[in-house]
C-alpha cells in the first residue's frame, strides 16, 4: 500500500526560519505502512506511557493520540551516546518527546519491527509527583474531573477519534444525498419544543438587581420582570435547543438541508443519558412525508457505522474488549438488519401484555395510550421484542410538539411523528411529518397557550408556497454512546456540561 505525501514526507520547509525541520509521522501510519517504511529514518512526536528498563536495552513506549496503538521505542545501549541512555531511563509517564529513528525487523515474536532510536530530545518534562495519570487505570468517573488531561487516556482518546469519524461520516452521508448544510443560529427567541427549559442569554447586570430596568405596571409605575426591550436584542433571548424551526425555512426553499450545531437544554437533572450542552443532527426534507423520513435515518445510521467499522475498528475492538463484548457484532447485525415499524398503539399494547405478566418487574407499569414511553419499555422493545433498532410511530398529540403534522385517518388524535429506539440506549432519533397546513397549526398553537406572534415567520412559510416536509433530529452524544457501547454520556462530549458543572 502506498503512503500518502504528508505521511511519507519526513522533512518540511520552515516558514519562520528558512531552515530544513523534522516532520513527525504518525504513529497510525507508522504502523500501517510499516513495511514501505523499514529502514527509512521517521521521526515521531508525542507522551511517554511508559518506560521498562533492562541491562542493555530500555524500551520507551510512546503515543501520540491518533491511534490506540502506541510505538515501542527500543534505546540500544550499547550502540547510543551515553547521555542518550541516561536521558531515555529518566523519562517519566506523561513527558513529552521527539524521537528520530529507523524500523528494523525485530527479534521478538510480538511485533514485526522495533523502533531502533538515534536521536532524542525532550520536549515537556511531566513531574511524576503532579501528573494525575501516573498510576495506569482510572475511573471514568474520576477523569472526568480532569476533562483537560483525560484524552491522554486510551478510553476517552478512543471515543474522541470515534467520535470524530462519526461527524466526519455524517456530513460525507447528506453530501453523497445532495442535501445542503445550513448554519442555524444559537442564539434564538424561539423555543422549538414549548417545554420552557432554556438558558437565557442577557447582558442585563444580573449582579446589580437594581439597575435591571423593569416592565412598566399600571399608572407608570414599575411592574413584575425585567423589560428586556433595554437589553442587548431588544428581547428575550435564549440558547437555542433546537435549530429545526430555523432549518425548516430553508427547506421550503432549497428541498434537503441539514443542520449540525450545539443545542442546550435547561433541565435539571443528573443521568447517564442527558446534558444540558449537546449536539444534535437535524434534517429537513421538502415534498417528504414520515415513511422517507424514517428511510433517511435508516440509510444515514447505517452508513455511519459502516464507516466507523472500516476506518475505527481498532478503537471498537477496544471497546468491544472492554465496554461491551459482542460490540462489533451488534453493530455488523444492524447494518444487515431491516429496522422494525411499529405504531404506537401496537407498542402499547405489546407492553401491556408483557407489563401484565409481572407488574412488579417494571419501575413504571402502567402503560397506556396517551402515556408518553419511559426508557424501560423503549429498551425492552428493542433489546427484548425485536433485538433490532425499532421505529415507533404515529403518537398521541397531546405528547408530542405543536409542530408535529395532525393525522387525518384518526381525527387528529394522533400525529405523524417517529422516534427510533436502539439496544442500549432508548431513544436516539425523534422525527415527525411538519404541519404544513396553516390553520391546523394556528389551532395547536392556541391549544398550547403558546404566542403566534413569536412565531409569525414560521407561520409565512405555511402562507408563501407551502409543501409537505419531514425531519429529525438526532443526539450526536447518544449516538456516540451507543456506537462505543460506553455507558455514561458524559464520557461521549470533550467537555460536559450538567447541573452543577461547567468547568474548563
Known sequence: MRLGTRALSTKTESATEGSQTQRALKIKNLVKFQDDLEGKEINIKGWVRTVRKQKTLTFVELNDG???????VVVDHASLPEEIVKEAQSLQTGASISVVGALKESSGSKQKYDFQLSSMSLLGACPPEEYPLAKKRHSLEYLRTLAHIRPRTN????????????????????????????????????????????FRVTT??????????KKEGEGGAPGKGADYGEDFFGKPAYLTVSGQLSAETYACAMGDVYTFGPTFRAENSQTARHLAEFWML???MAFTEKD????NVENMLKFVIGRAMEDCDEDLTFFDKFYEKGLKDRLKKIQEQDFVRLSYRDAVQMLEEE???????WQFPEVVFGT??????????????FSSPVFVYDYPTGIKAFYMRQNDADGGETVAAFDLLVPGVGELVGGSQREERLDVLLERLDKLGLEKEDYWWYLDLRRFGTVPHSGYGLGFERLVTFI????????????PRYPGSAEF
Request: proline share 4%; glycine share 4%; aromatic share 6%.
Open 282 to 284: 437535524e434534517p429537513e
Open 484 to 495: 462505543t457501547g460506553i455507558d455514561n454520556i458524559r464520557d461521549a462530549i470533550a467537555f
Open 372 to 385: 408518553d414511553l419511559q426508557t424501560e419499555h423503549e429498551r425492552w422493545l428493542c433489546e427484548k421484542k
Open 204 to 213: 442585563l447586570d444580573l449582579d446589580d438587581v437594581s439597575s435591571v430596568p
Open 292 to 295: 422517507g423520513a424514517m428511510d
Open 66 to 72: 491518533s491511534s490506540l496503538s502506541s510505538c515501542q
Open 355 to 361: 407489563i401484565n405478566k409481572d407488574p412488579s418487574a
Open 155 to 198: 478510553t476517552v482518546a478512543a471515543v474522541a477519534r470515534v467520535r470524530s469519524k462519526l461527524a466526519q461520516s455524517i456530513h460525507r452521508f447528506f453530501e453523497e444525498e445532495e442535501f445542503f448544510l445550513v448554519n442555524t443560529p444559537v442564539v434564538t427567541a424561539s423555543d422549538c419544543e414549548g417545554a420552557g427549559e432554556m
